[in-house]
């Protein structure tokens, strides 16, 4: 990623692992003063001080649940006050789960809703308050390839993200008259720790591919980014017209 223009404050929400922590790379890379928000502390932590070593920039971390929709906003304006202008928020904070319908467990399904639906909409909403305050600012929003493309035994993640699309998309026309970039973010399979067993689909892609292309893309401002580009950018457009009897043979 090239140097921004002027120095920039970014904050991710699910920044420890897989692509929020090599999304802080990348911007921390290319000059990004950072807020880095998770659950797991020590991850978050380490990779702190890692980016304050290797690129000398500014650090600061908090611990966020973003199911905790009470603690959502006081953690977030802890760092807005701190940094003054921010001019990004990625909100990447997400689960994975599989379930088979039928089988009772519907706190699998509440689980992944609640994180990656209403927990992503909590962050948003006091990033809006926040951007429309300053006059400016870059949401993005992880979303996936799985918003247009359902997998088996993934209801609850490909509704979760299916919702989130929309709901920003619905967002950016809300912002038209503010100063207020969204990008919507739709990974295909990343081998990533939170999903597991990544390797059985194909075309997957490594955190650190994922995030060098996103980056590049936040700093376009481009409204949707599909990644990795090759395949899935050619691909997503006709998900939805792909067989059942296909899908259900890879999937």
């Not at 966020?64 to 904070?93: E, K």
């Not at 948003?124 to 929003?141: C, E, N, P, R, T």
């Not at 088996?152 to 967002?171: C, D, H, M, Q, R």
Request: proline letters at 5%; aromatic letters at 6%.
């Amino acid at each position: 990623m090239s140097q921004p223009v002027a120095p920039q404050t970014a904050i991710i929400v699910g920044a420890s692992r897989g692509i929020g922590a090599a999304l802080a790379r990348e911007l921390a890379r290319g000059g990004y003063t950072l807020g880095l928000l998770s659950r797991n502390q020590e991850q978050l932590h380490q990779l702190a001080a890692e980016l304050r070593s290797t690129y000398s920039t500014h650090v600061e971390t908090g611990s966020l649940d973003v199911c905790d929709q009470a603690s959502v906003a006081p953690t977030l304006q802890h760092l807005f006050q701190i940094f003054g202008q921010v001019d990004l928020v990625i909100v990447n904070s997400g689960v994975a789960g599989a379930r088979k319908a039928g089988d009772g467990n519907i706190a699998e399904d509440r689980r992944i809703i609640e994180t990656n639906l209403l927990g992503a909409i909590a962050v948003i909403d006091v990033a809006m308050a926040q951007f429309k305050q300053q006059g400016s600012g870059h949401l993005v929003g992880i979303s996936s390839v799985s918003a247009n493309f359902a997998i088996p035994g993934s209801g609850a993640y490909s509704a979760s993200k299916a919702a989130l699309t929309n709901y920003l998309e619905a967002l950016r026309l809300e912002v038209t008259k503010f100063k207020i970039a969204i990008t919507i973010v739709h990974p295909g399979f990343v081998n990533t720790d939170i999903a597991p067993g990544m390797e059985k689909y194909p075309f997957v892609a490594t955190p650190e591919n994922v995030a060098r292309e996103i980056a590049n893309g936040i700093a376009k401002k481009k409204k949707n980014i599909v990644v990795p580009r090759l395949p899935w950018g050619l691909i997503m457009p006709v998900l939805r017209l792909i067989p059942d009897s296909i899908k259900t043979r890879v999937f």
